[in-house]
């Protein structure tokens, strides 16, 4: 399938396969033609009561639902360029983000009138709203009606190089900053993930990640692309009830992150549970530790496991081989196709293999910008090797080893010197991932006495139990001393950020208080 805008691939599913299920949530389920004709009844809305022309912004804030991916095909559709928020922004996080989008509309749900509301107004902008839900004591123009219209958008003009998302990262460190990805980005992404990942019209995706980050939201855009079938959950909070409701339908690829396959090993060995139609597995956002993805492999046979690495500014970077996941568990694999790396150091010079350095990412893959970031744009994309590109610049630091294999290391922002020695936090935390009794860990440096020391969090599992004098032994016979963390901390969670990662900064920022 070719076609040079996001919402044409989705079009072209739709009339090919217009009475194919694309979104079940629980006993309801909307067809591609379903989809296809309430989007263009929104993107008509938008249009003629609401203003928006090309390259408006159009907010989206609704947790995981059918209106959300209503919502995101009519603002393309309408020409508009969607801004997908999570449903449980902060009040001063979304007024920043109306502000700084310069949003034409927010759709929202109406049980959050209030906080959107008074976020509008803090904006100090001229800002539309639609609410999704039922007509209530709130006036204005509502979702469900806008999709009754018969009429269709009109033309907009839109080509492959207008910015189709701007995705907000979630802001672990200072003010979010919105990526910028355009319709030509998508195409090629979209097209390139469900190719490694072998997609077909007869796969069933579990989809539980929040459809707001680029994660998520590429499981929805997969479909449209392939024409799979999406379950759309709201979380995974209830994991069994999700899983016997996945299960049910025969579910093929499951998308996650490092907690959510935690929770995943706790279950096993899944009686009463049938996962016999599970084909795939993939995990992005955060590295997953390698004795949890052998461990995935012994609980689930037969279930290829991709891990892959990506950023915001880029979608996806790479994946792994399955058929190296229990051999190679530490890696992430090769890039993806139509996308090239290599690894810098400091001064910008390639490094040979087995060295670490920079990773940097060129291809169609790569952002447009930071929106109302010059500054901040130039600092992530620069010249490239060949004469006019930019080459995205991620922050992360990566290794080669003699295979051509990518090993995350860690984050730039995250590696520190401890004793006058450089501590990368993800060798440490794959130690600790070794004992059984680990659920989740994170190691940061914290002040001690005009130096870092290296000190561990651990989260335990379910009926685990673990001492400090246990970790330390355990860091001992695997590290050398001076990385035996000082200090570890057992705790019931560990803070994240808004897409589900573990808030390092915000573990940095509670030691530095309490220093």
């Not at 906080?115 to 904006?123: D, H, K, L, N």
């Not at 802001?171 to 469900?194: D, W």
């Not at 939201?217 to 479909?223: M, T």
């Not at 290296?454 to 379910?462: G, H, N, Q």
């Amino acid at each position: 399938m070719t076609s040079p805008l996001a919402h044409q691939f989705f079009q072209q599913t739709a009339a090919a396969l217009p009475a194919k299920p694309y979104l079940t949530l629980g006993d309801r389920t909307l067809t591609f033609g379903d989809v296809d004709r309430l989007s263009d009844g929104l993107a008509s809305e938008l249009q003629a009561h609401c203003g928006v022309q090309r390259g408006d912004r159009v907010a989206v804030m609704l947790e995981n639902s059918a209106e959300l991916v209503i919502a995101l095909w009519a603002t393309l559709k309408a020409g508009a360029i969607c801004v997908p928020l999570v449903a449980t922004l902060k009040k001063e996080k979304l007024s920043f983000v109306v502000r700084d989008s310069g949003a034409k509309v927010v759709i929202a749900h109406v049980a959050n009138s209030d906080r959107v509301t008074e976020a509008i107004r803090e904006s100090e902008t001229t800002c539309g709203v639609v609410w999704a839900g039922e007509r209530g004591a709130i006036p204005g123009r509502y979702l469900a009606e806008a999709c009754a219209v018969a009429d269709g958008p009109g033309d907009t003009g839109v080509e492959a190089q207008d910015v189709c998302l701007i995705i907000y990262t979630s802001g672990s460190t200072g003010e979010p900053k919105g990526v910028m990805l355009t319709h030509a980005n998508v195409c090629n992404n979209a097209a390139a993930i469900t190719g490694y990942l072998r997609n077909t019209q007869a796969d069933v995706i579990l989809c539980v990640l929040p459809l707001c980050y680029s994660y998520g939201l590429y499981q929805i855009l997969g479909g449209a692309y392939v024409g799979y079938t999406c379950l759309i959950e709201k979380s995974f909070a209830y994991p069994q009830d999700v899983l016997q409701r996945a299960a049910a339908r025969k579910f093929t690829g499951l998308a996650g992150v490092p907690a959510l396959f935690n929770t995943l090993l706790q279950l096993a060995p899944f009686d009463g549970i049938d996962l016999s139609s599970l084909r795939y597995m993939t995990n992005a956002a955060a590295p997953l530790a390698p004795s949890h993805i052998v461990q995935l492999a012994t609980a689930l046979p037969g279930v290829e496991f991709f891990s892959m690495y990506g950023l915001t500014e880029c979608t996806r970077v790479c994946y792994l081989d399955p058929a190296k996941a229990t051999r190679k568990p530490a890696s992430v694999g090769q890039a993806m196709p139509n996308c090239s790396v290599f690894i810098v150091d400091e001064d910008g010079a390639p490094v040979p293999n087995g060295e670490a350095g920079e990773l940097v990412v060129r291809g169609p893959n790569v952002m447009r910008g930071y929106w109302n970031r010059p500054e901040e744009t130039a600092r992530a994309l620069r010249e490239g090797p060949m004469p006019g590109e930019k080459v995205l610049f991620t922050g992360d630091i990566f290794r080669l080893d003699e295979e051509g294999d990518l090993h995350f290391v860690g984050r730039k922002d995250d590696v520190f010197k401890s004793g006058g020695v450089k501590v990368s936090p993800r060798e440490l935390e794959i130690v600790l991932y070794e004992l059984e009794a680990v659920a989740e860990a994170a190691v940061v440096g914290v002040p001690d006495r005009g130096d870092i020391a290296i000190k561990a969090f651990i989260v335990l599992r379910e009926g685990h139990a673990l001492t400090e004098a246990m970790v330390r032994k355990h860091c001992k016979e695997r590290l050398e001393a001076i990385l035996v963390p000082k200090s570890i901390e057992l705790r019931a969670s560990l803070p994240t950020t808004e897409s589900g990662k573990i808030s390092k900064a915000q573990l940095r920022r509670e030691q530095a208080v309490q220093a």
